[in-house]
């Protein structure tokens, strides 16, 4: 299984969240068919936000049944407490947020301490400061285009600035961690997301709405 370590690598990783799961199986196997990179998994606890997703049982099951990248994003208050489970699970990545309570130097030295990829994410309204003491800690950073918590929304271009930011201190650097947007991402916004330095596009309702998958897939990576 690859796993992209070219940060200049475009990847395009649809979002289960958007699949449909009375046939998540096939739903899945189209994915993959389609020309994915990844898969996007988000994990929500009702408390971080205000949505409820899935868990590591989940996870787990479609780790087991497809040999594929899983990114899994944890949308929780308490990383650190169900990080292990989620390891279990077969995550190849792992991203905590910034803003959940937890030691986040330890958490991402314990991801990848594990052989997992360790990515971290920012929300929106979260200053880019919070992220940048953890740059040279990580493997992805996912700059969040979106509140989180829900499918549908706007894609934000007051965010796009923080991609900006990252690609300088990466260049800068000598870094080579990924950036990845999640939220509103469709054609003419994974474009913009590009041309401000991400290559991980993260897409729900552009991958798994579309009838064509693959011509989305494709549309997507430009």
Known sequence: MRKFDDPNEIIVAPSVLAADWSRLAEEVARAIRSGADWL?????????????????????????TNDFFYDV??????????LDRFIKAGADN????????????????RIRAAGVGAGLAMRPETDF????????????????TVVPGFGG??????TMPNLTAARKIRQARGWRFHLEVDGGVYEDTARTARDHGA???VAGTAAFGARDMAAAVRALRG
């Open 153 to 158: 929304q706007k894609f934000m271009m007051e």
């Open 94 to 109: 792992l991203t905590v947020h910034v803003e959940a309570d937890h030691d986040v130097a330890e958490t991402l030295r």
């Open 129 to 144: 400061s919070r992220v940048e003491p953890y740059l040279g800690q990580i493997d992805l950073l996912l700059v969040m």
């Open 199 to 201: 290559n991980v596009l």
């Open 40 to 64: 996007h998994l988000d994990v929500m606890d009702g408390h971080f936000v205000d949505n409820i997703s899935f868990g590591p049982q989940f996870v787990q099951t479609l780790t087991t």
């Open 73 to 82: 994003h944890l949308m929780i208050e308490r990383p650190d407490h169900y």
